[in-house]
């Protein structure tokens, strides 16, 4: 990376990097308070951080912001908006969805335990 293009892409970096600690500290203290005071919900919460955080914050620093920002600054606010948003939601429910996926697979794997 050289140059001024270098030099952005070193800071959005940085810049996700720590929004993505900011939101993995914060997730599992939410999941612990809203879903179950356990071990197993507070580390859900990083994953979940770390994922939505790559995903989102991926599209809106390097794509929406980045390769594409020409193209989304000569759009009206609504239509930006109207793009933008359905796109974060998206991209957020795909996250979240492949943490509960694997969450309920690593369920669906484990052993009966039988009773005495």
């Known amino acids: 990376m050289s140059g001024r293009g270098g030099r952005r892409a070193r800071i959005q970096l940085r810049q996700l990097g720590v929004i993505t600690v900011l939101v993995c ?9 809203t879903n179950a005071p356990t071990l197993r919900s507070a580390i859900q919460g990083v994953v979940d951080g770390v994922l939505v ?8 620093q390097f794509v929406r912001d980045g390769a594409l920002r020409p193209w989304f600054r000569r759009l009206p606010f609504a239509a930006d908006l109207a ?3 359905p ?15 694997g969450a309920r697979d690593r369920d669906d794997l484990r052993l009966p335990v039988r009773g005495r």
């Open 87 to 101: 796109i974060v939601v998206a991209l957020f429910l795909v996250g979240r969805g492949v943490v509960l996926r």
């Open 25 to 33: 500290l914060v997730t599992p203290v939410f999941n612990v308070l």
């Open 53 to 60: 955080c790559g995903l989102v914050g991926g599209y809106v």
């Open 83 to 85: 793009i933008s948003s």
